[in-house]
């Protein structure tokens, strides 16, 4: 009996309604469509639906041979930001504030829209359409984009890793996008000695802009990133000795959403950025009408950001200054100072006119500045407060049309007190000659 029922189940034959014979697992349902189930290895059952036999079969075939790769077969759900969240809980080995701007920037450019995709569905497609968006639609510049393509790529690399999906979709996608977009990520200009002296020479004499002299000529003049100018506090500041002393930077977070805004108080990025900064007597004179200005309204730093209180630069209201505002401010004062100059000069002329920049540019003029003057490199790297001297030389310097004009002077007369002295050594050494022969 029990052969009998064995026998049966062996030469039970399925059809479908166009009289196709169904494989084990497969079911026509009422409306017509398919679907196949099948239990992994894992143990766990599992579906998958197609409108018809032919697509039903192309993905039984790809469900077989992800299972001979290994691929997991259940993660048909899983989205880009669930396996985002799996990277936050991994990610180790960063800095909190760069772990920080990673969430800030997934979350407000990622997670709303290209997270929702599930995984499995991403082509390398759909990420070079998205980076484009963010380019052509969100007008974001390519330095941003990278930021966000570095998390990216990260993402589906841990599901490449887990076997989730077999490749990384966006593996040297950021590549393609720069080439279809111009070319690579511009490097920040310096200003020249003639726009730098424009600028500041602009604020001294202009009573609207007169406050933001102090803080922006001690940026120019020594180098400091705009977190480590914000969070520096008057006990940094040694007028006796004439030392700045950095030993944190003041991050802020413009989150937009229920988060808010808020600042924090972090490390330098390296252990060489927690260093001593020589005062020239410029700078001294800035922080005295900083504070001049300061008594003079009344003002009086209120802030307290996990334990750091009395600011040095901070608002009308107390409250500590933070780079979005040190921006909006660089742009008030060069559309203004371009004015000036033309209505002087004329449209006709040739003027010197500041261009487009924002505070880290004042970081690289002050690098380019002190290598200008011939100081060591090594001594630049310090100020600065480089881990490695290629960072002062590869980013930060750039080489000027004046300082290029210097050095070749330089190698041009060089070449003629060489050329000199071997000339004369030439001659006496025939005189030499002359003198033995007699």
Known sequence: ????????????????????????????????????????????????????????????????????????ANIKNVTVNDVYELWCQLKRGIKDSTMKNYIYMYELFVKPTFGKKKLVQVKKSDVRRFYNQLIDDKVLKPSTVDVIHNIVHQVFQIAVDDDMIRSNPAANMLREI??????????????????????????????????????????????????????????????ENGIISVNHTLVYYNHRDEKGCYFSINTPKTKAGIREIPMTEGVKQAFLMEKEFQDECGMKSVSHIEGYSDFVFVNRNGEVQHQGTLNKALQRIMRDCNSEVLEKKGVDSDPVLLPKFSCHVLRHTFATRMCESGLNVKVVQSVLGHADVTTTLDIYVTVTNDLKKREITAFETYLKTGAKQMADGQRASRHGVRLYCL
């Open 1 to 72: 009996m029990q052969f009998q029922k064995k026998e049966k189940r062996q030469t039970t034959v399925r059809f479908d309604s166009h009289h196709v014979r169904l494989r084990t697992g497969e079911v026509q349902r009422k409306t017509g469509s398919y679907m196949y189930r099948w239990t992994d290895k894992l143990g766990k059952r599992n579906t998958i639906y197609a409108a018809t036999l032919e697509d039903l079969r192309e993905q039984e075939e790809q469900i077989l041979v992800d299972q001979h790769d290994g691929i997991k």
């Open 178 to 239: 720069k080439m279809a977009h111009g070319s690579e990520i511009e490097k920040r200009k310096a200003l020249t000695l003639e726009q730098e002296e424009l600028f500041l020479g602009y604020l001294a004499r202009t009573p609207k802009y007169q406050h933001w002299y102090p803080v922006f000529y001690i940026m120019a003049n020594t180098g400091m990133r705009v977190g480590e100018i914000t969070g520096l506090r008057w006990c940094d500041v040694d007028m």
